[in-house]
């Protein structure tokens, strides 16, 4: 089944939920905002996308600067952070089966679906 984690307040987020529409492809709608993904679900996400934790972080949201930025974070820290601050956690996420993308750029989703 395809995942997307999606917040819909976001145009990239927005544009890959349609791109899934149209490739008419069955799909869940995970809002993350709303249901906050566990510890071990978002280290499965960073597994999958095989990514640093860090990398999943959107570095430009105020709370990043204001608490974390130009600290020394560990990624156990950082996971927390997103868990704790969903809005930190990088978006539109696609999973499909054992392959995942940031959909950032949108274009990217195809490359595995």
């Known amino acids: 089944m395809i995942k ?3 917040n819909n307040r976001c145009s990239k987020s927005r544009l890959g ?3 899934l ?3 008419g492809q069955n799909f869940e709608i995970i809002k993350y905002l709303e249901n ?3 510890k071990s679900e978002l280290i ?3 597994k999958l996308l095989k990514i640093e934790p860090i990398a999943l972080v959107r570095k430009s949201e105020a709370i ?3 608490e974390f930025k130009n600290k020394t974070l560990t990624d156990e820290t950082i996971i927390d952070a997103m868990i704790k601050h969903p809005k930190l956690i990088e978006r539109p996420i696609i999973v ?3 392959k995942a993308v940031i959909a950032r750029p949108t274009e990217l989703i195809h490359t595995i679906i």
Do not use: A, F
């Open 96 to 98: 499909n089966g054992n």
């Open 44 to 46: 499965t996400l960073i």
């Open 4 to 6: 997307i984690y999606h």
């Open 64 to 66: 990043w600067k204001t």
């Open 17 to 19: 939920l349609e791109i």
């Open 36 to 38: 906050v993904p566990t």
């Open 21 to 23: 529409e149209n490739l």
